[in-house]
């Protein structure tokens, strides 16, 4: 299973986003899908999940209000819409796939990552 993240960037505060998350095998529909964020120095650390119907979500606090995850299984494709960005936001972006069909929040509950891309949020 490969996944491929894109849509990151440069925003300025307050500015939006939307991440993307191609993965390679339609087994990832009966996967829970999440992201997660690492910013330098720091660990890497869970910010939403989505269940493989979509019919669960699970956010960070930080996240909470401002993101929204979502996934179009038809197209093996996964979303993190950010909104209200701020620069304590700006990390690598991370997706990965559940190794359960829930939205699971634990980094050890999830088995394929992709590279990961940059969200840089200026101030």
């Known amino acids: 299973v490969q996944l491929q993240a894109s849509g990151g960037g440069l925003v300025q505060t307050g500015g939006s986003l939307r991440l993307s998350c191609s993965v390679s095998k339609r087994t990832s529909s009966n996967n829970g899908l999440g992201w997660f964020r690492q910013a330098p120095g720091k660990e890497r650390e869970f910010v939403a999940a989505i269940s493989w119907r979509g019919g669960t979500t699970n956010y960070s606090d930080s996240a909470k209000g401002r993101f929204t995850i979502s996934r179009d299984n038809a197209k093996n494709t996964g979303y993190l819409q950010m909104n209200s960005l701020k620069p304590e936001d700006t990390a690598v972006y991370y997706c990965?796939?559940?190794?359960?069909?829930?939205?699971?929040?634990?980094?050890?509950?999830?088995?394929?990552w992709g590279q990961g891309t940059q969200v840089t949020v200026s101030s």
């Open positions: 990965a796939v559940s190794r359960y069909s829930g939205a699971t929040t634990s980094l050890g509950s999830y088995q394929y």
